[in-house]
């Protein structure tokens, strides 16, 4: 009987796990507004600050709570945990590009469940005041329109509108809610360092 010789093949996959493994691990998904969306508004709060204003309300200065972030999170608590499952089975295969899907997949389920809060949602209304308020038209360099007589010209109300859901009135604080997917402890402002 002749002895047999079978060659066979082995890949070595541990770099490749360990690089897929590291980007599950030392990678996180924030959905929020990122300080690049924080940029100053009119009036001097920024996007991050306004919508940390009007999750928990200021019942001082009469704004209620209109709770977005924290819900729409919450929304898809379920989805994530099972894209984060499927991402680690990713990972354990070397797959690295499937675990980076995963993490941006989760922040866009997240931002769009946070932005679908500003317009489903059982908020308080807005006040009628706030309904029935005509803003002052301003030019291009913020200057008040004004008519032949010299009257301010003031355009339509929210009532008039049609834009009665609070918060709704241009999107622009809901179009500021996004993620960004950053590795740990990059870029972030944390207590005790430098803003």
Same mark, same amino acid.
């Given at each position: 009987m002749k002895p047999t010789l079978s060659v066979r093949q082995v890949a070595d996959m541990s770099g490749a796990i360990r690089k897929a493994v590291e980007a599950l691990t030392e990678k =996180? &998904?924030?959905?929020g507004v990122p300080a690049e969306n924080a940029a100053p508004r009119q009036g001097g709060l920024n996007n991050a600050e306004l919508s940390y204003l009007h999750e928990y309300g200021a019942p001082a200065a009469g704004i209620p709570a209109r709770p977005h972030l924290l819900p729409g999170v919450g929304d898809i608590k379920g989805e994530a945990a099972g894209l984060?499952?499927? !991402? $680690? %089975? @990713? !990972?354990?295969?070397? +797959? %690295?590009? #499937? &675990? =980076? $899907? #995963?993490? +941006?997949r989760i922040g866009l389920l997240g @931002? +769009? #469940?946070v932005r679908a809060r500003f317009q489903n949602n059982d908020w308080p209304p807005l006040k009628d005041a706030t309904l029935d308020a005509s803003p002052l038209k301003k030019d291009d360099e913020g200057n008040v329109i004004r008519d032949k007589g010299g009257e301010a010209v003031r355009g339509k109300s929210r009532r008039e509108k049609g834009k009665l859901n609070p918060l709704l009135d241009t999107a622009q604080l809901m179009k500021s809610h996004t993620y960004v997917v950053r590795k740990k402890g990059k870029s972030l402002v944390t207590p005790g360092s430098a803003s």
């Open positions: =996180d &998904v924030f959905i984060l499952k499927g !991402a $680690a %089975e @990713q !990972a354990l295969k070397g +797959n %690295e590009a #499937a &675990v =980076d $899907a #995963a993490l +941006n @931002q +769009n #469940a």
